[in-house]
């Protein structure tokens, strides 16, 4: 593994990461990115070449290397558990892939209440090989820090309802307007999936979680607060219960940050389309996450410097910061300049 500051602590605990989404004074400014396991690395083209995206999820082996590869390359103070939002649904029977190019692709969208009672509720007989990778993570990682990861229950339910990706939600939205009781039911099922999935991880060792709300940005304040929110808030408060952080992060969100805190989190994701400035407005006494644009990886690295240094002089007024991107590493990203963005956080003088 590389050595450098997020490797000094000697337990996860000791580490930049979970003093910062505590609120305690740290070293450095903590970083990892979304999406560091995989697509802009070429070893992890390499172990995931013939192999499909769910197929990886599901071989231990592969989940330890693609998660270990971003580690050992940039030094990072987390490692984000290799997985898909999608993953627990296939795991417990629905049938459904995801078809490169598209995304994923239920092949019986769900449409009435016995669509929501066929699916079974998460047990731990369903992901042994999560299990699996967690422990040989962790036993990996040492004092790196794991974070767990599921979907957020708006997400994944986008996901059954359309049938694949979705551009305005028309039918998850119809459904949540025109069939309330549907939606309930399997807001209700999808909630109760991730958070047996997060208690999954965090019994073979992870050490935080991160909730992942893709297209909650879609969402009113409103609609957000009455439909959802109480479901994420489930899924949250259980995984609170099991006494790890949580981080919950949505795209498209300025209008819904406060909510996602109240929700449950101690540390709220923010993309890049809203200042910091205004985001820690919004969340109150809470950490937050973000939010350089990720396309700035490939303007010279000056640049990108400069405009990482006023994202970490921003995070100063927080309760605490952890540095991330605003979203996804972009495939295209080359790995080079992410070590320097990486070396250049750890090394800034708070």
């Not at 949540?176 to 939606?183: E, I, L, R």
């Not at 999935?197 to 935080?208: K, R, T």
């Amino acid at each position: 593994m590389t050595t450098t500051a997020a490797t000094a602590a000697t337990t996860p605990a000791d580490g930049a990461f979970l003093k910062a989404v505590r609120g305690e004074p740290v070293p450095h400014t903590p970083v990892w990115f979304m999406r560091q396991a995989g697509r802009s690395l070429p070893e992890y083209l390499a172990v995931r070449e013939g192999v499909g995206m769910l197929e990886s999820c599901m071989r231990p082996e592969l989940v330890v290397e693609i998660t270990m590869q971003p580690v050992r390359r940039y030094g990072v103070d987390a490692a984000i558990f290799f997985s898909d939002i999608v993953l627990p649904l296939k795991a417990v029977g629905v049938d459904l892939d995801i078809v490169p190019g598209v995304g994923p692709v239920v092949a019986s969208p769900v449409r009435t209440l016995a669509d929501v009672e066929a699916i079974p509720d998460l047990t731990p007989e369903h992901v042994p090989f999560i299990t699996e990778a967690v422990a040989g993570l962790v036993s990996e990682l040492g004092a790196t820090p794991l974070i767990g990861f599921a979907g957020a229950p708006f997400t994944v339910a986008s996901y059954l309802v359309e049938g694949g990706p979705s551009k305005d939600h028309a039918r998850t939205k119809a459904m949540m307007f025109g069939a309330p009781d549907v939606w309930d039911a399997l807001m209700r099922k999808i909630a109760g999936i991730a958070a047996a999935y997060l208690e999954v991880q965090v019994a073979a060792g992870a050490s935080a979680v991160q909730l992942f709300d893709s297209w909650a940005g879609a969402l009113t304040p409103d609609d957000y607060r009455t439909a959802v929110m109480p479901h994420s808030a489930r899924v949250l408060a259980a995984a609170g219960e099991l006494g790890v952080p949580r981080i919950h992060f949505g795209v498209g969100t300025a209008n819904l940050l406060g909510l996602m805190g109240e929700a449950g989190a101690d540390v709220v994701g923010v993309d890049w389309r809203t200042p910091l400035p205004a985001a820690i407005a919004q969340v109150g006494d809470r950490a937050i996450q973000g939010n350089l644009d990720p396309t700035l990886v490939f303007a010279p690295t000056e640049v990108m410097t400069a405009r990482a240094a006023e994202v970490i002089e921003a995070g100063r007024a927080a309760r605490g910061h952890v540095f991330n991107l605003g979203h996804g590493v972009i495939p295209a990203t080359d790995p080079d300049q992410l070590k320097r963005l990486t070396e250049f956080v750890q090394g800034y003088r708070l």
